[in-house]
């Protein structure tokens, strides 16, 4: 945790890639706290310089989900671990403890962590029952193939996420647009979002999937989401194949914007807040 000036909290969840059956990112620890793009201190042109911060390190490759043992080789003995919901709520009860009353939150994550704070967001809520809640997802829509959420539901212990009254929160071609909806349409004290790239070379490559079928269904989506909700969801999409902008590339240009200037519009409240895809 982080001290700020501000009565805001900002909760970062921080990525890393992903633990599957047949490849597998995890670490043994997760990556520090940064010092840079949104998670920038002192820096008055960051929008969030003066938010205090729980960040939350990231390293079984569950995308903050899992809670299972797994014997990955088959020789009889567990050898991946996977605590990704432990290390999270473990994480928040820090976080609330520290911070119990925040004005406002900044639900925030790149790659694995924009994964994983649509997991967290339930968890966020329930700490913290009436407080506004900006929900920003870098990097980590999901755009997936088919059958992959619910192989990896399985082999990660984490289908609970998805609730039984939202049969369709994984569609049929796999893409969790409808879970996105849901979770909108459960809270109406949240507002989304969503930064990504439309042929993001991480993703389309640990995914398998053709960077021309992503793009296409990146765009869909987010005007999906748009003319479901209009009023609290926006996106902003690069036609590029880069992977994540929140703390390594801030300064992005896309269009007549930078990523910055557009995470300042959308917490500044600011009509200039707008969808943009260039």
């Not at 909108?184 to 989304?192: K, Q, T, Y």
């Amino acid at each position: 945790t982080r001290d700020g000036a501000s009565e805001e909290l900002m909760i970062f969840l921080q990525g890393g890639g992903a633990c599957g059956p047949t490849s597998c990112s995890a670490v043994p620890i997760g990556l520090p706290m940064f010092n840079s793009g949104i998670l920038e201190a002192g820096n008055p042109a960051n929008p969030a310089t003066d938010f205090d911060l729980g960040y939350v390190p990231y390293c079984d490759g569950t995308l903050h989900s899992g809670d299972r043992d797994v014997d990955s080789d088959g020789d009889g003995s567990n050898d991946r671990f996977f605590r990704g919901i432990q290390n999270l709520s473990a994480s928040l009860d820090v976080i609330a403890s520290t911070y119990p009353a925040p004005a406002r939150i900044l639900l925030a994550g790149n790659s694995a962590g924009g994964y994983g704070v649509h997991y967290a967001l339930p968890l966020v809520r329930k700490l913290y029952p009436a407080v506004p809640i900006e929900l920003i997802n870098d990097s980590g829509v999901g755009i997936q193939r088919h059958g992959s959420q619910e192989l990896l539901n399985e082999y990660w212990n984490s289908a609970s996420f998805f609730p039984a009254s939202c049969s369709g929160c994984i569609g049929d071609d796999g893409n969790l647009t409808d879970y996105h909806k849901y979770q909108l349409a459960e809270d109406e004290n949240v507002r989304m979002g969503f930064i990504s790239s439309t042929a993001d070379e991480v993703i389309t490559e640990e995914s398998s999937i053709d960077p021309a079928v992503f793009g296409e269904e990146l765009i869909e989506a987010v005007a999906e989401l748009e003319q479901a909700y209009p009023e609290r969801f926006r996106s902003l999409i690069s036609y590029t194949d880069e992977h994540t902008y929140i703390i390594k590339q801030f300064d992005f240009p896309i269009g007549d914007t930078t990523v910055r200037q557009w995470v300042t519009d959308m917490l500044s409240l600011s009509d200039d807040w707008v969808s943009k895809s260039y």
